[in-house]
Nanobody, 123 residues
Framework: QVQLVESGGGLVQAGGSLRLSCAAS????????MGWFRQAPGKEREFVAA????????RYAGFVKGRFTISRDNAKNTVYLQMNSLQLEDTAVYYC????????????????WGQGTQVTVSS
């Protein structure tokens, strides 16, 4: 099992930036990929970005459109999500997840989840 702790959420004005962090501990070697998902009120959880520990492969959701960047620090077992040009519709709880399928975008293929961090974008 892998424990995940997210941080970095908060309130930001539209057009601003935030950087989310996800620190992983436990059996991290058993999980190839770290992903970010988000869930807005009344909506289903959706994929945002994923990065593979083994080969660095990266995938993004279409709505990211170059605004978000996922990165990793292998030495710290930490994954980051840099979010720029934030929009009102980016308001959601953002979850970090760990899974064994390389760079998968499917939530069902992730085994471990963090508690989430709230991101609120105001006008």
């Amino acid at each position: 099992q892998v424990q995940l702790v997210e941080s970095g959420g908060g309130l930001v004005q539209a057009g601003g930036s935030l950087r989310l962090s996800c620190a992983a501990s436990g059996r991290t070697f058993s999980r190839d990929t770290m992903g970010w998902f988000r869930q807005a009120p009344g909506k289903e959880r959706e994929f945002v970005a994923a990065i593979s520990w083994s080969d660095g492969r990266i995938r993004y959701a279409g709505f990211v459109k170059g605004r978000f960047t996922i990165s990793r620090d292998n030495a710290k077992n930490t994954v980051y999500l840099q979010m720029n040009s934030l929009q009102l519709e980016d308001t959601a709880v953002y979850y970090c997840a760990a899974g064994g399928i390389v760079a998968t975008t499917r939530a069902v293929e992730y085994d471990d989840w963090g508690q989430g961090t709230q991101v609120t974008v105001s006008s």
